[in-house]
């Protein structure tokens, strides 16, 4: 189905989901190039099926939309989300772009900016939090006006309140594939307004689309309700 510019794909129950973004990860890794990663609880299972799939990531360059500012061992940094779940399950692994969660926010996000620069990205997986933020991308936040970095400091808008570092709007938009990944009850509300009605700084995923390329959101039936119900 379509919602205005986004292809939308709906699975029966989280599990579904993830595996079919899962394939979308490991076709990208077979045809190498540049993949941001997110974290979080839902894309877990698709990394994990992503490495089952394809176990040769070595023509990949894999990048974060964001991390929190966290040291990499830490269990709410998403580096380790990934690692554990993707990067430690690869015999022929990626080159890793990690922010480093362990500095200062801002002295962070200008290492990012500069290792990041010119940066075109050939898949950008993403989620969706209940108040409509996608990457560190917060409603009506600073991050959002930025279109001259490639990454900035965010403030934390959401659990766990941390500083956080994010790529920007003009970033993500570059993937020819920006898939977003979107399970629960819980994000139904934003799901219908990220894809459901017109961009809108309150929602930052509806400012996220490809601007080269497809955009694609892979939703269990519970995140999907609100927005199956207004399309009918």
């Avoid at 510019?5 to 490991?26: C, H, K, N, S």
């Avoid at 430690?88 to 962070?108: F, K, N, T, W």
Wanted: hydrophobic residues 45%; negative net charge; contains cysteine.
């Amino acid at each position: 189905m379509m919602a205005g510019d986004v292809e939308v794909r709906i699975a029966a129950d989280p599990q579904e989901a993830a595996a079919i973004a899962g394939f979308d990860l490991a076709k990208a890794a077979q045809q190498g190039g540049h993949i941001a990663v997110s974290g979080g609880s839902t894309p877990r299972p698709a990394y994990a099926h992503a490495a089952e799939l394809e176990p040769d990531w070595s023509a990949v360059a894999v990048w974060f939309a964001d991390e929190r500012c966290v040291p990499p061992d830490d269990s709410r940094s998403n580096y380790r989300l990934v690692r554990e779940s993707l990067l430690d399950a690869l015999p022929q692994p990626p080159i890793v772009h990690r922010i480093h969660g362990e500095l200062e926010s801002e002295e962070a996000a200008v290492g990012y900016d500069e290792i990041a620069a010119g940066l075109q990205l050939d898949l950008a997986l993403l989620g969706i939090g209940p108040d409509g933020h996608t990457a560190s991308l917060f409603p009506n936040a600073p991050a959002l006006d930025a279109r001259d970095r490639a990454a900035v400091s965010a403030d934390a808008g959401f659990e766990p309140f941390v500083p956080r570092v994010t790529l920007t709007i003009p970033v993500l938009c570059s993937a020819e594939l920006v898939l977003f990944l979107v399970a629960g009850e819980d994000k139904a509300d934003a799901v219908a307004r990220a894809f459901g009605g017109a961009p809108d700084p309150g929602v930052p995923a509806s400012l996220v689309r490809s601007a080269r390329g497809r955009t694609v959101a892979v939703l269990d039936r519970a995140a999907a309700s609100r927005w199956e119900a207004a399309a009918s």
